[in-house]
Every structure is written in C-alpha cells, then in structure tokens.
C-alpha cells in the first residue's frame, strides 16, 4: 500500500517568516507539532472565524488506491528542545515494529490487486456478467469507505494495536470466505468484509506508525506503509501471473490466488501480538506510566522522558482539530472549501486509474494479448506503479501543487487519448496490443507520480485547523465512493462502448478536471492556513 521518500529535516526558519510545512500528510487524526519549544495548548475556537494562529498538520489515512495518503515530515527534534535520537537497541526494535504494522498495508494492496488476475477464472467458474463482475470488484471499494470510518472510531477508543489485531482477524475471515464461496453472492458478501478490513487498516496502519515513530523519522516510516500498498498489489499481479501459467487449467485455480493472502495476515495477527500500544493513544487516555514504558522501548531513556511532554502537547492540538460541527456548514466559504476537497477526491478517481488497477489483465485481453500472456503484461502496470511513487515521493516538494497536479492532468489526458486512439484507428494485431500496453503503463506511472500523492497533499493541507477533521473526513469519504463507482461501472462501460471510447470519456474527464484545477484549487505550497483561509473569505464569503 522500503523508505522512498528520506529528507533531511529543515531547520527553524527565519522568524519574520511563518513557518514553512510543505511535507506530505499521514492519515486522518495526526497532526506534526509547530516550530519551536513546546507551549501551553491554545483554546480552541468556538467558529471557524476565529482562527488558531499556527499551522498544525494531521495525518491523512483513508487510502484508495491510486491515492496515496502522505506524510508531512516534521521539523527537528532540536527546534523542540528534544535531545537526539542516538542509535542503539531500541532502533532495531522499532525498524521490527514498522515492517510488522507494515503487513497492514501490504494486506491493503494484495486484496485490491488479487482480483486484477483473479477475475477471469473466476468469471468462467461463478457465470459472473459484466455487471456481476464490477459489483464483486468494487464492493470491496464500497466496505473500505464504511471500514475507514470505523474502524477510525475504533481506533479512538480501543487503541490502535487491539484495531489492528481485530483487523488482522476480519482479514483472515474475508479471505477464506472469499475462497471457499460457492456462488457470487456469498464472494460478493465476503469482499465487502475484506473491505471493512482493507479501510480500517487505512485509517490506522498509518496513525499507529505516526504516533511511535520519533519526529526525525515520522516521515520516512510512514512512507513505508505507503510504497507498501502499491508493492502489495505489484505482488498480486505477480503471483498471479505465476499461479496462472503453472496452474492455469485447474478448476477453481482463482480460489489459490485469493487464498496467499491469509499468509501476510497471519504474520500481522502474531506480529501485533508482540507489539505496544501507540503511547500517544495511551498519553490520551491518562495511562502515562505505560505511555513511558513503551517510549523506552523505542527510544534512548533521555529521549523517552523528554519526548513525553511533547505528546502531551500534540494531543492538546488535536483536541482542538476535533472541535467543528455541523453549525460550521452554515459558513459559505467553508461549504465552498469542502465541496472542493470533495471534488478533487473525484478528479482523481475518475482519471480511471482504479480501472487498471482492478481490471487491467480484462483491458490487455480485450486490447488483443492472450490470456497468458495478458496476465502476465498486466505485471508491468504494478511495476510501474511503484516506481511512478517513488519518483513522486522524491520530487513532490520540489515543485509547486498546483503546477504538479495540473502537469499530472495533462500526461494522464494525453495518454487516455493516445489508448483510445490506438484502440479506434489501430487495426487488430499485435502493434496495436503493444502500444495500449505502453499508454497505459505510462499513464500508471504518470498517475502515481503526480495525481495520487498530490491530492492527499493538498487535501491535507488547504483546511483549516478548526474543520480539518471533519473537512477531511468528508472529502475521503467522497474519495472512496467515487473509485466504487468507477470500480463498479468499468466492465459494463467497456462491454457497451469498447476501449476506445471509454478512454475518451476519461480524456473528457481530464479536461473537466484540468480547468476546475486552474480556477478553483489553491496554491497551498509555503503558504500558512492563515493566508489560505483568509484567501477564501474574500473570494466565497
């Protein structure tokens, strides 16, 4: 869902200057502290006129595929008077912890990517229909919504470690489930509950990881659960390139492809066991002592000790991140702001890059690849997957959003033109096979380089201190909907239009995409919340 993303941490910056942020968010609910030494918490304010005077960051988590969540690496331990992070044991017991949670994510992208080389066999064994096969596909997508909110909640209340335990259960269940299903609508049931598994571990994989890690490193491990999203479903593309050509003609052979998945669920089942609860959640629910036992576990005693005061503070500013309402929808630059949020989630699921993801070895074999050799193509889409993040992991700021997101628009318009072109002017054969294949493995990278990471960026950096949880939530939860339907209309789209004209329409998408970008989405790089929110005022209340 390997650290692709390592920066040094900046220094303080020059004090006539607010406070530069412009690292990528983790998931929903963590924040990065501000510069300088820790200070008493500010009181929330009562409306979202009245703005805290700071730039806190929270995490995003809630991860649909082709939409990275990020992490906003913080400033360094020394601009909050902690003391170094020195090498030593406790190192490698926290390189142990992030692979362990890790699984998480990978679970995340085997289980969203397992059916891209799944759906042919199992189409001929359950008599699955073009409309069949996109809701067995997206209600996954529709569980992972509900699952994010959820298991969020959870999360608060339970702790993250007892989530991720319970998660790695749900996982186990969906997939024997799913491989034992007699009929569609039982797989269909069980999908939905691997779903439910698939967007609780969204909304708390990265928080757990976020809250144990120390400031200097937040980053980089977070990235971790990312680039393992992506390398899980480059995994299911692979095994099931394998179990296909050497068992390809065995009833049923699509069960086997589901089925590896329960392996990486059982080493997050026993791994967790062993683990800590995340300190931050215990610093919220008044356990201190133990809140120290587990720091010690993972950093220098001095650190530790140090280090507590400092989540003291930072769960202080969350409380005040999770103090808007409904009230706060009657602010009309506020709706304005939310209903942009919500519109850019749709801009990127409706490039279509989900319908890759989930379809792609159907799209090669409709483009003129054979079965094998389709499965086997569809590999290279996961590949380039996971080097178009890392790419964009390392260049992401670097650049300016908008100019990044509006370039990001342009090559994935381009290349839908190009996939349908070919399809429509191209004769049958294998040039025209092998130039789809090339369009869209460029637009695979181009989407992952670009789009996918930058919009949870953005998102998690245009909304105020005072709604941000709540804007966010609302614009995830858009997110999501939108990639279930285009999950589930995808197939019956292809079987009614074709290729080409389904990749013109996401041209046209594109377009659509590219002018709402230019007029309504703002610059959010090396500008403070302040300077945003009071830009908004002007121009929508």
């Not at 598994?197 to 120390?214: D, F, H, N, R």
């Not at 506020?334 to 942009?340: A, C, D, G, P, S």
Request: charged share 15%.
């Amino acid at each position: 869902m390997p650290d692709a993303r390592t920066h040094s941490a900046p220094g303080p910056p020059h004090p006539p200057r607010p406070p530069r942020h412009h690292r990528c968010c983790p998931g929903p609910g963590r924040r990065r502290g501000t510069h300088g030494p820790p200070s008493a918490p500010r009181t929330p304010s009562s409306s979202p006129h009245e703005r805290p005077r700071e730039r806190p960051h929270e995490a995003l988590a809630n991860v649909p595929r082709g939409a990275t969540g990020m992490t906003r690496i913080s400033p360094s331990p020394a601009s909050h008077g902690l003391p170094p992070d020195a090498p030593g044991p406790h190192s490698r017991r926290l390189g142990l912890v992030s692979v362990i949670v890790t699984f998480g994510g990978l679970l995340f992208g085997y289980d969203t990517g397992v059916v891209n080389g799944a759906l042919e066999p199992l189409t001929a064994d359950l008599g699955l229909t073009a409309f069949t096969e996109g809701v067995v596909v997206s209600i996954l997508v529709f569980g992972a919504a509900f699952g994010a909110m959820i298991g969020g909640a959870l999360s608060d209340r339970y702790g993250r470690r007892h989530n991720i335990i319970m998660l790695s259960l749900v996982f186990m269940l969906g997939t024997l489930g799913c491989v034992l299903s007699p009929n569609w609508q039982i797989l269909a049931l069980f999908r939905f509950i691997l779903g439910l598994a698939v967007g609780g571990a969204s909304a708390t994989v990265p928080v757990y990881l976020a809250e144990i890690a120390p400031v200097e490193r937040r980053g980089s491990i977070v990235t971790r659960n990312e680039v393992m999203i992506v390398s899980g479903q480059f995994a299911a593309f692979v095994i099931n390139a394998l179990i296909f050509n050497v068992w390809g003609e065995t009833d049923g052979i699509w069960r086997l492809m589901l089925l590896v998945a329960v392996l990486p669920a059982i080493g997050l089942f026993i791994g967790m066991l062993r683990l800590p609860e995340s300190p931050r959640w215990l610093v919220a629910q008044g356990r201190d002592e133990e809140a120290l036992a587990v720091l010690s576990q993972v950093r220098t005693d001095e650190r530790a000790r140090a280090e507590m005061a400092e989540v003291h503070r930072l769960a202080e500013e969350e409380r005040a991140a999770k103090t808007a309402g409904a009230v706060d929808l009657g602010v009309r630059w506020v709706r304005v702001l939310i209903l942009i949020g919500a519109a850019l989630g749709i801009c990127q699921q409706f490039t279509g890059i989900n319908s890759v993801m989930y379809y792609g070895t159907q799209l090669l074999g409709d483009a003129g690849f054979s079965g094998d050799s389709a499965i086997i193509a569809n590999t290279l889409n996961g590949a380039f997957s996971v080097i178009g993040i890392t790419v964009g992991l390392s260049v992401i700021n670097k650049v300016k959003r908008r100019t990044m997101l509006l370039g990001g628009f342009a090559l994935t318009t381009t290349f839908h033109l190009l996939v349908g072109l070919s399809a429509m002017l191209m004769p049958d054969g294998g040039a025209k096979a092998w130039f789809i294949l090339v369009f869209v493995v460029l637009f695979v990278f181009s989407m992952q380089a670009t789009i996918g990471p930058l919009v949870w960026l953005i998102l998690s950096e245009m909304f105020p201190l005072k709604i941000r949880s709540m804007a966010i939530g609302i614009s995830i939860f858009v997110l999501w909907m939108a990639n279930a339907l285009v999950a589930l209309g995808f197939p019956p789209v292809v079987k009614a239009l074709g290729i080409s004209n389904t990749f013109l329409a996401f041209a046209a998408f594109g377009v659509l995409a590219i002018v709402f970008i230019g007029t309504c989405v703002p610059e959010t790089k090396d500008r403070s919340l302040e300077e945003l929110e009071d830009d908004f005022r002007a121009r929508y209340s």
